[in-house]
């Protein structure tokens, strides 16, 4: 099964948004694998945020992201990669479709709420970066055959 990793960013944490997040990744079917509410030490964020390294708004990424405690979760289910993605809406809040979180609940790239993988590769990392394996928890649900296909 697909596996993302999902964070609710400190301004999502400060503005009691988690129960929110996570329960629209719930009603679309995704099934939780694992969280974790923690700081970010600066090591972590430098590893998240690897990719944007000497990018114009990499320094207050950085110190966006270490600003508060932080929401850690995998979520797992068919396509769970773009489904979060796109639950979550575009990187920039004006531009995330309408009922996607972002648009919903934000209006700056600086302060859009939430991090998810964008690819397989990429979720592999993040995940294992943020979790061990013995953090995954491997389950099911009664109402997996009326959510998933397969
Ligand atoms: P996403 O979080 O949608 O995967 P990303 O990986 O391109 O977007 O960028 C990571 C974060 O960096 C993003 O959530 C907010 C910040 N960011 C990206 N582009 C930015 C920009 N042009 N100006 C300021 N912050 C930016
Ligand atoms: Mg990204």
Do not use: C
């Not at 099964?1 to 679309?28: A, W, Y």
């Amino acid at each position: 099964m697909e596996k993302t990793f999902v964070l609710v960013k400190p301004d999502g944490v400060q503005r009691g948004l988690i129960g929110e997040v996570i329960s629209r990744l719930e009603r679309r079917g995704l099934r939780l694998v694992a969280a974790r509410f923690q700081p970010v030490s600066h090591n972590m964020a430098e590893r998240l945020y690897a990719v944007h390294q000497g990018k114009p708004f990499y320094d207050g990424l950085l110190d966006y992201i270490k600003s508060g405690p932080v929401m850690a979760m995998v979520w797992e289910g068919p396509h769970a990669i773009a489904a979060v993605r796109q639950t979550m809406g575009a990187t920039r809040p004006i531009e995330a479709d309408p009922g996607s979180l972002r648009h919903d609940f934000s209006l700056e790239v600086g302060r859009n709420l939430t991090h998810a993988s964008d690819s397989i590769d990429t979720a592999r990392k993040e995940i294992d970066l943020w979790f061990s394996s013995e953090d995954l928890v491997d389950w099911s649900r009664d109402l997996d055959p009326w959510i998933f296909e397969q």
